[in-house]
Every structure is written in structure tokens, then in C-alpha cells.
């Protein structure tokens, strides 16, 4: 578990070799101190400001270290709730080294640990869980769809709907411990079934949720989509004309492609990874062979499929794809007069020509596979998935005593447990191992 104590941490928070600017950032009580004689403009620092000065010391070298731009955040209004400096100088990996190793000197400082700047935010309650673990997932996006879902639980969008379930648990719950209080005097109590609609609710809104975990994890790794089909039908000719690169090797001779090649591209908003593949046909030739497994295997897990065929090769495809959405694609319309009607695109890699309609049915075949969630709610995460699938458990149990006539107390037993297990999105339970496997994912300086 990360220490919560009262040390200042102190850290480079920005990932090396990537020169321009380097932040270093230093948080606890111990921060104005640490960074006091080696700044010039230590005297001006005015909280939310941003004060220009030298940085000079006798053990950072002769003469001035460097020019630098220091930001202080009083605590409790910063982002750790405590004093917290952020300190901008070039982006040197020597300059980054030396100075966080002469602020290390300074008496009550420690390198931080990593995600250790996020856990301090969480535990004085700047953030709940389901917010740092958005800051991660803000930081590794890769594209439009999965940073505007960073965004949107950054924003709160997870912890305010969890918040939701919970005041509804909360709403039964009352109802029942005032009937457990009660439970010996002449009063009409309202009846157990009643429990049974806002019970169908949370459930409903819980398999609402699982549901949207398929699509969360295509937002965090992409949606696989291979071009299958029979040797130089032209699926790597295809290949490098979508993303727009000489990436495959084209050979008129077919067994061009052994090995799968992989490389995305961003439709939609949407990371789609191309996987370019061996053309597959019965082989003698043992490397062939294994090219040839390892796309059926992309065909097993792909989200969508694009289906190459053309006139000079004779395989059929039909029958390598079952139930995966496909593009049925006929290419080399270059060299027919009359391509077949039953195909989705009509193409020539030579020409170009189809390249657009593909493009196109590509975009629509995305915005089918996205899912607007529950409240703007997607499930990212197997920890959140795994809370959730619990919840849904519990739920039921709920359900299952409500029907069967419990007592009140069995009842609001099952509640108070489902109530924990949710409290777990937002770190109001978490055991501490959990939170310390999800804060030391973070990389140090975060
Ligand atoms: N005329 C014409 N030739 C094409 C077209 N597309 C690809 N070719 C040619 O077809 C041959 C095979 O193309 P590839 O892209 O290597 O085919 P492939 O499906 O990747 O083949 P394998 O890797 O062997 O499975 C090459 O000579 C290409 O130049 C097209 O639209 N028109
Ligand atoms: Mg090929």
C-alpha cells in the first residue's frame, strides 16, 4: 500500500526524451521549503500564479542551473489538497535528473511513488476512484471515442450513476429498517412487493451497464478487422491503399503474405486495427500452413471482416465467416467487365476506384458497433465490470427474498451488501490491495 503520511513527494511528472519543457512536481508541507534556495523568484510565489526565476544552488553547479517558470497551488485548493509545486524547466534529461536529485536532499522529501500524486487527490477526497482511474484512461486514449469516454468519468459521469443505484438501495433500505424498527407495533407497513419495481430497476440499469463492456474494451484496444480471403486476391494490395502506405509486400505471386501484419487506423473516431493476412488455401508449405491458421484465427477474433475476393482467384469465401459482420468486397474490377452483383463494394486497387464506398460502409459498420451507454455510462474496466456483475448478483438475491417472503431483516441484509459492493466503483470500499494495484498502474509523477 502507498504510504499516507506526511512527507512531501517530489517527482518529474513528464515522460522522458521528449525534450521541450519538463515539469517537476512537488507535493506536502514540505514543498515551499525544499525549493526556497534554489529559486531566485522563491519570495513572489503567490498561490494560482505563475512566478518566473533562476534556479541556482551550489550543488546544482557553477553559476545559474536554468531559467525556470514556477506554479504554486496553496493546499487545501490544489489538486493533492496539500501545497503542491509545479516546476517547469528544459526538458533536458541531465536537467530533470540533477534538479529532482538536489530537491531529494532537502529534508523531509522522498521520491514519489508511482500514482502517488493521484492517491493523495483520493485520499483527502479531491476524487473518487472511478475519476483516478479516468485520469489513466485519459492519459493512454488514443483516439476521439476513447478520450471523450476518459472525459465523461473524469467528469463524474461513472460516479454519479453509481451515486443513483446507490440512493435508490439507500430509499429501500429506509423503508425496511423502519419496518424492522417498528416491527412490534400496529402500523400498516407498506408491502414487500412494492420493493419488487425499484428492485427490476437497478437490475435493469446493472445489465444495461454489462452491457456496454463489450464495446468499453474495442474503445481501449481497438476493433479487429482482418482481410481474409484466397491467395492474391489483393487483400495487402487493399491493405496499404487504406492506410494510405507501402506497409505489405504485393507480389503477383500467390503465398505472398505468411504472417499476419497489423496497423490502425482511426474511423469514426474509432482506433480499427487492419490485419493484413495470409491468403488462405490448402498448403504443403509449412510456414504457409501456419499463415494460413493464424488468419483463421483472426477470424475468430474479429469484429468485423473484410472479404476479398477477385476475378483471377477461385476461392469462395462464404464459408470462413459465420456469424462476425463482414464487407464483401470484389477487387480488380479493373479487369472485368461485369463484376458480380451479390458483392457489398466493387474495387480496384490498381484505380482506386470503390476506395471511397468503402471507406464509407466501413464508417456506418462502426457507428452500428457503438454503444451510447447508460447515461453516457461505457464499462471500461474488468474491475468495474467485475463490481457490476457482482452487484447484479446480489440484486437478484434481493429479488429472490423479496419473492420468497423473507423477513425484513434477511432483505436489508442482501441491501446493505449489494450497497457495499457498489460503494466499490467509487472507493468507499475498496480493500486496499485493489487500490494499490490500480494507483501503481499509474506511471510515476502522476
Ligand atoms: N489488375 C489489378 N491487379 C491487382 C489489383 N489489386 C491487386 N492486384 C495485383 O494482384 C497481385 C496480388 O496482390 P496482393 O495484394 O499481393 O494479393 P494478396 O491477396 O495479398 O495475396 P497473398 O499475400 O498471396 O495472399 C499483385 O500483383 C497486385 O499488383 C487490382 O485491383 N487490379
Ligand atoms: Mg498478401
Request: proline share 5%; aromatic share 6%; hydrophobic share 40%.
Amino acid at each position: 500500500m502507498l504510504p499516507f503520511d506526511q512527507d512531501t513527494i517530489a517527482a518529474i511528472s513528464t515522460p522522458p526524451g521528449t525534450g521541450g519543457l519538463a515539469i517537476i512536481r512537488l507535493s506536502g508541507p514540505h514543498s515551499l521549503a525544499a525549493l526556497k534556495p534554489l529559486f531566485s523568484g522563491a519570495d513572489k510565489l503567490k498561490p494560482r500564479y505563475a512566478t518566473f526565476g533562476k534556479l541556482s544552488h551550489p550543488d546544482l553547479g557553477e553559476g545559474d542551473f536554468d531559467d525556470c517558470v514556477v506554479t504554486f497551488f496553496k493546499g487545501p485548493n490544489s489538486v493533492t489538497g496539500e501545497d503542491l509545486l509545479e516546476i517547469s524547466i528544459h526538458g533536458g534529461a541531465y536537467l530533470q535528473q540533477k534538479l529532482l536529485e538536489v530537491i531529494l536532499r532537502a529534508p523531509h522529501i522522498r521520491p514519489a511513488g508511482a500514482g502517488e500524486f493521484t492517491f493523495r487527490s483520493f485520499m483527502r477526497g479531491r476524487i473518487d476512484l472511478s475519476r483516478a482511474e479516468a485520469v489513466a484512461d485519459l492519459i493512454h486514449a488514443k483516439d476521439e471515442a476513447a478520450h471523450k469516454n476518459a472525459r465523461h468519468q473524469l467528469g463524474g459521469g461513472l460516479r454519479d450513476l453509481v451515486g443513483e443505484m446507490s440512493d435508490k438501495l439507500i430509499q429501500i433500505l429506509t423503508v425496511l429498517e423502519a419496518e424492522l424498527d417498528f416491527s412490534d407495533q400496529e402500523i400498516d407497513f407498506t408491502p414487500l412487493e412494492s420493493l419488487l419495481a425499484p428492485l427490476g430497476e437497478l437490475k435493469d440499469t446493472t445489465t444495461a451497464l454489462l452491457d456496454t463492456y463489450f464495446y468499453g474494451r474495442r474503445l481501449e484496444e481497438g476493433f479487429r478487422v482482418p482481410l481474409i480471403g484466397a491467395p492474391n486476391s489483393g487483400k495487402s494490395s487493399l491493405f496499404n491503399l487504406l492506410l494510405g502506405e507501402e506497409r505489405a509486400i504485393v507480389t503477383p505471386q500467390a503465398g505472398t503474405t505468411r504472417d499476419t501484419i497489423e496497423k490502425t487506423i482511426v474511423v469514426a473516431g474509432h482506433s480499427l486495427i487492419l490485419v493484413d493476412t495470409a491468403g488462405i488455401r490448402k498448403t504443403g508449405d509449412e510456414a504457409e500452413y501456419f499463415g494460413v491458421d493464424r488468419s483463421l484465427d483472426e477470424i475468430e477474433q474479429a469484429d468485423l471482416v473484410i472479404l476479398v475476393q477477385a476475378p483471377d482467384t477461385t476461392t469462395k469465401n462464404a464459408h470462413y465467416v459465420i456469424n462476425t459482420p463482414q464487407i464483401t468486397v470484389y477487387n480488380k474490377i479493373d479487369l472485368v467487365t461485369t463484376p458480380p452483383e451479390d458483392k457489398d463494394i466493387h474495387l480496384s486497387c490498381t484505380t482506386g476506384e470503390g476506395l471511397d464506398t468503402l471507406k464509407r460502409l466501413l464508417y456506418k459498420h462502426v457507428i452500428n458497433m457503438k454503444n451510447d451507454g447508460v447515461q453516457g455510462v461505457i464499462l471500461n474496466s474488468e474491475r468495474h465490470r467485475d463490481i457490476f456483475n457482482r452487484f447484479d448478483h446480489q440484486v437478484s438475491n434481493c429479488l429472490t427474498a423479496v419473492q420468497n417472503e423473507l423477513g425484513p431483516e434477511y432483505i436489508a441484509s442482501d441491501l446493505r451488501l449489494a450497497l457495499d459492493i457498489l460503494g466499490e466503483i467509487t472507493g468507499k470500499t475498496t480493500p486496499d490491495d485493489i487500490l494499490n494495484q490500480i494507483f501503481s498502474g499509474f506511471c510515476v509523477g502522476k
